[in-house]
């Protein structure tokens, strides 16, 4: 099949979050599976050089904005066998950030219509476009109404992926008609009206012919009341159409045996080399270096989603405990200064470091006894996959993804691969980390269960397959034959 990923961010050229990883690891193991599978996103002025040299102009075409006339340029990079096109709009992507400008509804209305239009500019007609977030929502729903008749176009089929139902793309219902050329009387309750604006998300619900979600049990949360973020009720309607699929992670990108930012490597059956990237991650975060101390992690967005309400309201017994703690990421003021703060407070036991550095997060990994990932909502959760790669024995709430992933560990017949608890309670939490603390003192049960983790298939080979199965039952529909 002919796949076409529409996406806002792709790792190795620029990311934000999960939804970049997903991007860039998940068309590679398509391709293995024999599909063409090209990616699509707009390019940034802040992707790296490195990157933009390598690009090839392809196409140059105007895109329709409302009454605008808008120039796009097409520019084509192939790496590890995918292409890769990146669209091209200065005024639109020449920005110091790649999400929160004041004319967020304009800027992805452009990069929806300037996917649309690139299909027939570059000759590529997939079978498959496949859309992630809000930021590529109203792709179905223009293909629908503008574009399906259209030579080339009429036999594609799309599906959308939520990566978190929170973040939706809601703007004023005047960008129908002045960015996006969508006639009055689709703005009605059962299409795109939203409380009285336009929601993007909403759009490519009623519109995309499949919808997938990142985890089987987010799919089942986002269909109710308190997990749904008032689309409960069409994803319940569209239920027939709604799957779970659970996200994997790059195994060669995260691999410690091989992993040229780890102090030392090591494999799941002589671990060895954890030790020293222990004691290393100990001594660069100027903590007392001893391997018998427990050291715990967080590398997260510090946002009341990850659950930090819950560690800043039991942070002294966490404490209490004696074990080490480091926390690496950015994000609301409130908990960049309580983490700064108890860093002062606990110059033994407590680091924070309030930003991002890649290769900073694989020693983290790499060094820590335990993850601790307390989210209140997870559509999946990349970070306690990553974790169990590197052998950090993850400590999570039951929710989302988290709940696919991690399984509580029972010490009499030595099932699960982590720590759990359910309510979204501080003190759940912290008997939760108690209980993880008191199998640590149990050297070999422990190393045990860090074998076990590292052995994990946690790659994205399973779901893949999951992805052409579902591929393929749509483009059957079409009338095409699939092998």
């Not at 002025?45 to 490195?50: A, K, Q, R, S, Y």
Request: net charge negative.
């Amino acid at each position: 099949m002919k796949i076409l990923f529409a996406v806002s961010e792709c790792v190795p050229f620029i990311k934000s979050g999960g939804l970049a990883d997903v991007a860039g690891s998940l068309p590679k193991e398509l391709k293995k599976l024999g599909h063409d599978v090209r990616v699509m996103l707009p390019k940034y002025t802040l992707i790296p050089d490195e990157y933009k040299t390598q690009m090839k102009k392809v196409a140059d075409f105007i895109v329709p904005v409302g009454w605008r006339n808008q120039y796009c340029g097409a520019e084509k990079l192939e790496l590890d066998g995918i292409v890769y096109y990146f669209l091209d709009n200065e005024y639109y992507f020449k920005r110091s950030q790649m999400y929160g400008d004041f004319d967020e509804g304009e800027k992805f209305s452009f990069f929806n219509r300037a996917v649309l239009e690139s299909i027939e500019q570059l000759e590529f007609y997939p079978d498959i476009l496949h859309c992630h977030d809000w930021h590529t929502g109203m792709i179905p729903f223009l293909l629908k109404t503008k574009y399906g008749k259209k030579t080339g176009y009429e036999s594609i089929k799309t599906v959308f992926t939520i990566h978190n139902l929170q973040f939706q793309g809601i703007f004023s219902r005047e960008i129908l008609g002045d960015l996006l050329g969508i006639e009055e009387h689709y703005f009605t309750k059962d299409q795109l009206e939203f409380y009285g604006d336009v929601n993007f998300m909403k759009a490519a619900l009623v519109a995309a012919d499949k919808i997938t979600t990142v985890s089987p049990t987010y799919m089942e949360e986002i269909q109710t009341t308190y997990f749904g973020e008032r689309l409960d009720g069409i994803l319940r309607e569209r239920k027939a159409d709604l799957a779970g699929i659970l996200n994997g992670i790059d195994i060669e990108l995260y691999n410690p045996e091989a992993d040229k930012s780890l102090a030392s490597v090591y494999t799941y059956d002589d671990h060895e080399g954890r030790l020293w990237n222990k004691l290393a991650l100990q001594k660069q975060f100027e903590l007392p270096v001893d391997d018998e101390i427990p050291l715990m992690v967080m590398v997260t967005r510090l946002t009341k989603q990850k659950g930090l309400e819950l560690v800043k309201a039991v942070f002294h017994e966490i404490m209490a405990t004696g074990v080490q703690l480091i926390v690496l990421g950015t994000g609301e003021h409130e908990f960049e200064s309580f983490f700064n703060e108890m860093s002062s407070y606990y110059p033994d036991q407590c680091r924070a470091f309030i930003g991002f550095d890649e290769a900073l997060a694989h020693r983290i990994y790499a060094g820590a006894d335990l993850f601790l990932m307390p989210s209140k909502f997870e559509p999946c959760g990349l970070s306690q996959l990553i974790a169990m790669r590197y052998g950090a024995i993850p400590v999570v709430r039951e929710t989302g993804g988290l709940n696919d992933t991690v399984k509580s560990y029972n010490p009499i017949n030595q099932l699960g691969n982590g720590f759990t608890f359910k309510n979204f309670n501080a003190h759940d939490m912290l008997f939760t980390i108690e209980r993880a603390l008191e199998l640590y003192k149990q050297n070999q049960e422990w190393d045990q269960l860090v074998s076990k983790v590292m052995q994990m298939d946690n790659s994205w080979a399973q779901s893949a397959k999951t992805y052409h199965q579902l591929y393929s039952k749509l483009v059957s529909r079409s009338g095409l034959h699939v092998r």
